[in-house]
């Protein structure tokens, strides 16, 4: 598959902070990236660079296969962004924002393609109404159908789900999920949490300070049998004992006085209940911890620690 | 390039802030109108004084040439903060508001966009002027009537027969239409390094005061650089109202306008094309 985005080796500083520290990855065409990391990163600030918004101290980005930098903006042409917050001119209406960065885009844009797209993102009949009346969740919808209106190849969606409430987190990643399944975009995706990339994306980069720590199919990192499941009982006499000696013994990673963790693919739970049941424990809980959480802290802390 | 323009002229007038500073000028006009509609005897006998000892003056004098005359040389201040108040939030204006960002997402060259903003600036300007002149000078023809100008000067005054006055005025108002548009690419500099609107305005408007101050204080310290700074050469217009009229001094003005204009205008074209947008 030919990359639609590759870095090679980017750097950015802010005085004596390093944002970007020597990054570099791809993006395959037809591919749900998503970019993960907690705030200050580096994710905005990579995606700044992408869009040529914020300008690399050394490095290379490749749209497409060409070299990217200011003197090649048209390069941008077939890609919509979504930067931070979905600022726009809270002045004007729904339909002028999206007519004036539709204008913009270098390609011949018809009214009935901007009806088509306020359709996608759900916007149709408010679109006579001012922006600064939308509310957070209407201008984020916005936001995309000005990223999407050009029909770009790929949508650079930075922190897409901020400030929503749970139903337009949920409407956001249906909506990520149908740009790439039934409208074929390539999408980039950062977001902080992580569960949200988890469920939309099917490639991933885990950064922090700055630098890449690791990057694969989501699939591929993200191995069920690493899942890590604790274990509460109210009677703890001889639980570790007992435990040690079972089949669960080799599974288990830590165990305190009533309860004990285990790494485990979740589907092997209700043997696990049923075997502490038969041996009369009275189960207080059983908890499966976020794989992705689990395993993003356990990577940044490796970091931390080796620096 | 056409459609990066027609956005931002649409932009401008799609503001509510944008009309008022043509409600501003219409009322600072109207007052003045006023005030020398029901006062303007007196304060004409106040400057003719000395005319009036040695010269028979008869005629309509208090007319609407004399009158857009007085109310232009009291806008002198105010007419460049209007201006400021649209080019200084061009690019800090867009940054404030986030737009800045989305902008820039698009396949524009930085170049353009700051080339178009500054055609869109110029454009505003000039529809102020124009504005301008309609109520000081139109408005007051119809209030005041017309008739032969008189320009009174600190120590001398200048006759100007009626039908010599209003192409005087047309140039007067390019000239100061040119005056305006260096304000404006002052103000659009200031702009491309702030993300609020309001430092490039105050800023704009405190160069343009500390500029007239070291002028107008004549110290002799100063001296060697007045002639370099732009600000004494924005009254430059007064000189179409002179007789005769001294065409090499205001030559010189206006080349020395264009030229702090185009300075302004590649200063910020260069800083921009290298500014992170952090906004």
Redesign the interface.
Known sequence: MPSIVETRNLYKSFGSFKAVNGLSFSIEKGDVYGFLGQNGAGKSTTMRMIMGLIFPDSGEIFINGETFNNSKRHLLKNIGAVIERPDMYGYLSGWDNLRIFAALSDKNITKARLHEVLEVVGLTGREKDKVKAYSQGMKQRLGIAIALVHQPDLLVLDEPTNGLDPQGIAEMRQLINRLSGDLGKTVMVSSHLLHEIEQVATGMLVIHKGKKIVSGKVKDLLNPDETLVSVAVTNDTHFVEKLNQSQWGKMMERTTSGSATFKMNPSVIPDLNKWLVEHDFRVKEIKSEHSLEAYFLSLTHDTDTQN | MI??LR?EI??IF???RTYISFGIVLAITLVIQLALFSDGKEFLGFFMQGINEQFDVQGNILNGYLVAYVILHSLLMQIPLLVALVAGDSLAGEAN???L??????????TKLVLMKFLSSFIYTLILIIWLAIVALFVSMLLFGTGDMINIKSDSFVVILQNDVMWRYLLAFCFATLAMTTIASLSLLLSAFADNAIGPIISTMGIVVVMTILCNLQLPVFNHIIPYLFTPHMVGWKGFFDDPIPYAAIGRSAITLAAYTIVFLAATIYYF??K???S
């Open positions: 459609q990066i956005i649409y932009k799609k503001r509510p508001l986030g737009t960002r989305l902008l820039l997402t698009k396949p524009i060259s930085r094309n290298k992170d947008i952090k």
